[in-house]
């Protein structure tokens, strides 16, 4: 059965993006760049919600390079309640809850689900145990001062199981888990 994965790029002390910070915090790398292009290779179902879509949809030409036309064209579900159409030509809009739609999604297909950001739709789909792999692509920084987007906030507790760990461009680190339910003290 397919499996659902997160992906999110986050500085060590859990944002997903800085102020200040360009894309990738400033740290890309051909590592990195591999990286994305193999992972745009695998053939996933990409899930997202509206906030992300909205952003990325609308990124200038300039800012615009072949992963971005790449993620525009691939299977794209975007869940919104307030979206009624999606300009990306690989994209539908969902108006259901993606907790409730996620296993009719793995279901009814063959390829893995991925989240394109979505911090929001990530943490309901932890909460809720959907989540089959949580992978972490962290940064070599701290954006205490100028920091946006703090993932683990409103999180319950969740214990993980490491399944790999991968350093990139000799900093930055990806982290693949594994939820495994709730931690040991709180069973």
Known sequence: MPELVADLFLS????AAGSRS????????PDLERWIHDEMEHGYLSIMGRKTYSLLSSLPEQ?????WYRMAEA????????????????????????????????????ADLRTVGSLSLVRQLLAAGRLDRLRLMVF?????ET??????VELGDVALELESE???DG??????????????YAT
Do not use: C, M, Q
């Not at 360009?22 to 790398?29: A, K, R, T």
């Not at 800012?63 to 992963?67: H, I, P, V």
């Not at 999604?105 to 063959?110: P, S, V």
């Not at 900093?171 to 040991?184: M, S």
């Open 12 to 15: 060590v002390d859990g944002f």
């Open 22 to 29: 360009p894309g990738y915090f400033g740290f890309g790398g």
């Open 63 to 67: 800012a615009r390079d072949e992963s």
């Open 75 to 110: 299977p794209t579900v975007v869940f919104s309640r307030t979206l009624e159409s999606a300009s990306w030509p690989g994209a539908t809009i969902n108006g259901h809850d993606v907790v409730d739609e996620v296993p009719a999604l793995k279901a009814r297909g063959d």
């Open 140 to 144: 070599p920084l701290i954006v205490g």
């Open 147 to 152: 920091g946006r987007e703090p993932f683990f």
């Open 166 to 168: 991968t350093v990139l």
């Open 171 to 184: 900093r930055t680190v990806l982290l693949d888990y594994r939820p495994a339910g709730l931690p040991p």
